[in-house]
């Protein structure tokens, strides 16, 4: 069985930073790619970000110059920096991983709320 576990959620100023993490606990998985996905009330969930096992990142357009994605392979974390955040990226962030073998596992997701 594997879980992955978010923290890191909050409220937070327009402009100001917050740091997401993900750990996966289990056996028996190979994650080839871990990412951040948000849904907004409303909205559909969307992909935020994404780090493959050898390091190649991509990010939403929105996000780009503003989040990082970082990744500890060796004990299966994923970190999502955020800087300059806007009141647009209020969500839920949720964190997946998809593993070689082809299942897909989702976190029970942290709220982030960006308001002054």
């Known amino acids: 069985q594997v879980q992955l576990v978010e923290s890191g959620g909050g409220e937070v100023q327009p402009g100001g930073s917050l740091r997401l993490s993900c750990a996966a606990s289990?056996?028996?998985?190979?994650?080839?790619?871990m990412a951040w996905y948000r849904q907004a009330p409303g909205n559909q969930r969307g992909l935020v970000a994404m780090i493959t096992k050898s390091g190649m990142t991509n990010y939403a357009d929105s996000v780009k110059g503003r989040f990082t994605i970082s990744r500890n392979a060796a004990v299966n974390t994923v970190h999502l920096q955020m800087n300059s955040v806007e009141p647009e990226d209020t969500a839920v962030y949720y964190c997946?991983?998809?593993?070689?073998?082809?299942?897909?596992?989702w976190g029970q997701g942290t709220q982030v709320t960006v308001s002054s």
């Open positions: 289990g056996s028996g998985f190979n994650a080839y790619y």
């Open positions: 997946n991983m998809h593993t070689l073998s082809g299942s897909t596992y």
